[in-house]
């Protein structure tokens, strides 16, 4: 799915992100682990095209996502509150990113009724800009929103900050149910190791721009991650 | 602890992130407040003159009068539109431990660092020190000094006593500014002049010089009444916003020009949807009035256009300049999102210069009302529209790829130099210029009408090859929009 070789991103004499060779396999979800400045949101950020590496390149489906945009056609994504078009309602923005992709507004609003549990009647028919809700509501916009593209390719950066402990819990079924269903490959970037290791079946560790480490989850993986994390 | 929170104050204005950029800007900035404030000087010192060349024949003092309240009410109707709230900055002081009383008083004291406040005094205070003071003795020019600044204090107060009251209750201010109207139109066709009343009411305080302080008694009581709803309702959810119920819009027309159409509407909210979008659409419509001033009758009977041009160009292409200058910034706080997203930049791009042509079309009929003074100024706005729509919003475009400037949409309007930068300035120059550069040479060659022509001619042309200018835009866009999402998320 994604193939990242000779990564590099430079600010001034720091290197936030030197990623010799990276394969994503198509299907898989990937917990993204590391403390502030590994260069988790930078990484994102480079695969979604929205700042330049300094050398190397990310293929998407085996197209550079800076050269091609088809990427865009499968791959959503949530990173921060700059995704949001605040000063909409928050079904027009539902309606305005599936008209992206062709969706029309009555498609729209039937298929958000799934997530009426994740928006536990906070999101719908509230009468508010998005700028006027709550953070954790205005994260749970973003998700749905992404998540409502059907893609191929998701990208979430820590989706689980500012959710409350039950929609928290949600999200992790909601994306667990779209890996069985639709074979989705998922990115998710989080400080809660918990939820990284229980959604995840791969975990890739950065730190200060490296891969530290890459591997498969099972039993051990959380305590491995505790102590690496409490050294 | 006032002094305190002042000095807090002086801190965030110094040290805010956005504040000015560039110093061009700084500079520009000082200018028009060292200018403004020398007319008002100037105004000040000559007023009798003035009054005496503009009135002839009236007694100085009861113009002087009656432009004294004149000036009030105007002032009142402008402070109503452009005054800001000191509301927002009170909120890290809320939950410790400071007397409501004493935040109230910050906030009192606050609103007094205003311009409207100052210029009244150097407008009024020089002509009273003078003229008032040589024929009704230092006595009288004291109590006019003491009224004007009473005066001063009463529409400050009430201009924000009414405007919070408005948050809650929208009514209030279509309401007060009928009634300033409703009182002008009544002096205007002299049914009911209250500009005789003030004169009677100064005359009692050169009488009576003590009767001023009647105004200082209503300024109190203004300010009492201000402190106590202060007291009563301070909460920040109280005091700043309104809790109105949005509700979500579509324009059905755009639909059908299909995913362009889309992002015209999606700026049209925008547009619509924050004060400072809204007041740079209110200068727009203000522009419109331009014509009046540029469209002289010796110009029309000469066919001197060259000076009809400037105005025939600013006004139809008033939303191009005035909007256009700081795209993309306005969508800076979601320019990621537009990024990610299936949003093709061809179509980006499009849907601007859609947003432009409908803008200027839109203006450009109100604006053929002018036609009723001469066919020629339809001839001379026609050229400007074309050019306008053809090549003006290119240029506009080109810089706006140039333009890494966030835009802060959630700060008020009115002399607000956030996001101005060099791009702004130079914009200005090829816009206004080109024009010209087409126009000139026929004229000069005292063939205005192949001017207007030529003007027209290239616009349409321009117009014709908007596929290639689309293409060329959109290569501008992508060498740039790094660097441009980059300056926004800053």
């Given at each position: 799915m994604l193939e990242i070789s000779k990564l590099k991103k430079i600010y001034g004499s720091k290197t936030v992100v030197n990623i010799e060779e990276l394969q994503i396999n198509s299907g898989e979800t990937i917990g993204l682990v590391g403390n502030n400045g590994a260069g988790k949101t930078t990484l994102f950020r480079m695969l979604l095209d929205l700042i330049r590496p300094n050398t190397g390149e990310i293929l998407s489906k085996g197209e550079n996502v800076a050269k091609h945009s088809k990427w865009k056609d499968y791959t959503a994504s949530y990173l921060d509150e700059g995704f949001l078009i605040d000063y909409l309602t928050a079904e027009e923005y539902f309606i305005f990113i599936g008209g992206l992709h062709n969706f029309s507004p009555a498609h729209v609003m039937d298929y958000l009724h799934q997530y009426n549990e994740f928006f536990n009647d906070e999101i719908l028919s509230k009468g508010k800009y998005i700028r006027d809700f709550s953070k954790g509501n205005q994260n749970k916009i973003g998700i749905a929103a992404a998540l409502m593209q059907s893609p191929e390719l998701l990208i979430l950066d820590e989706p689980f900050a500012n959710l409350d402990p039950t929609t928290q819990i949600r999200l992790k079924s909601l994306i667990k149910n779209l890996k069985q269903e639709s074979k989705m490959t998922t990115l998710i970037s989080s400080h809660d190791l918990n939820h990284v290791t229980d959604v995840c079946d791969r975990i890739i560790l950065l730190e200060k721009g490296l891969v530290i480490k890459d591997f498969l989850t099972d039993e051990n993986t959380l305590k491995e991650l505790e102590e690496y994390f409490s050294e | 602890m006032l002094i305190t929170f002042l000095n807090h104050q002086w801190k965030a204005f110094w040290r805010?992130?956005?504040?000015?950029?560039s110093i061009a800007a700084q500079i520009f900035i000082g200018f028009i407040l060292l200018y403004l404030l020398t007319v008002a000087v100037l105004v000040g010192l000559s007023l009798e003159i003035l009054i005496e060349k503009s009135f002839p024949g009236k007694d100085v003092f009861v113009v002087f009068n009656g432009f004294i309240l004149y000036y009030f009410a105007v002032e009142m109707i402008m402070r109503l539109q452009l005054q800001d709230l000191p509301t927002l900055s009170i909120i890290p002081y809320l939950?410790?431990?400071?007397p409501k009383q004493t935040i109230v008083n910050f906030l009192n004291a606050r609103a007094l660092f205003s311009a409207f406040n100052i210029l009244p005094l150097f407008l009024f205070i020089p002509f009273c020190t003078t003229a008032i003071a040589d024929v009704y003795g230092s006595l009288v020019a004291l109590m006019y000094v003491v009224s004007i600044i009473s005066l001063t204090l009463f529409n400050n107060y009430t201009a924000l006593y009414i405007k919070r009251l408005s948050i809650s209750n929208l009514k209030v201010v279509p309401i007060m500014l009928a009634s300033i109207f409703t009182f002008g139109l009544l002096e205007y066709f002299q049914v009911f002049s209250i500009a005789a009343r003030p004169n009677r009411t100064f005359n009692v305080i050169s009488l009576h010089p003590i009767a001023a302080l009647g105004f200082s008694v209503i300024a109190l009581i203004v300010f009492l009444i201000n402190s106590r709803y202060l007291r009563n309702n301070l909460y920040t959810e109280e005091l700043s916003r309104n809790n109105e119920k949005k509700v979500s819009t579509d324009y059905p027309i755009l639909g059908r020009f299909g995913e362009i159409g889309t992002l015209v509407a999606l700026e049209l909210k925008l547009i619509l949807r924050h004060k400072r979008t809204r007041s740079s659409l209110i200068m727009c419509v203000i522009f419109v009035f331009y014509g009046f001033l540029f469209y002289k009758k010796d110009f029309l009977q000469n066919d001197n256009f060259a000076a009809m041009l400037f105005a025939a160009v600013f006004m139809t292409g008033s939303v191009i300049s005035i909007y256009g200058q700081f795209m993309f910034g306005w969508q800076a706080a979601h320019f990621d999102g537009l990024l990610v997203n299936k949003i093709d930049f061809r179509k980006f791009i499009k849907a601007k210069f859609l947003l432009f042509t409908i803008m200027s079309t839109f203006t450009t009929l109100i604006i053929s009302l002018y036609g009723f003074i001469s066919w020629k100024i339809l001839a001379v706005q026609f050229a400007a529209y074309l050019y306008n729509i053809g090549i003006g919003t290119i240029i506009v475009l080109y810089f706006a790829t140039r333009n890494y400037r966030a835009i802060d949409l959630t700060k008020a309007a009115t002399f607000n130099f956030q996001g101005v930068g060099a791009s702004q300035w130079v914009l200005g120059l090829p816009y206004f210029l080109l024009p010209y550069v087409i126009f000139l040479p026929f004229f000069l060659a005292d063939r205005p009408y192949w001017g207007l022509a030529a003007l027209g001619a290239f616009g349409a042309i321009a117009l014709l090859t908007r596929e290639f200018w689309v293409t060329f835009l959109v290569n501008q866009f992508n060498k740039r929009r790094y660097n441009i999402a980059e300056g926004f998320r800053e």
């Open positions: - | 805010s992130k956005n504040k000015g950029g939950h410790l431990k400071i």
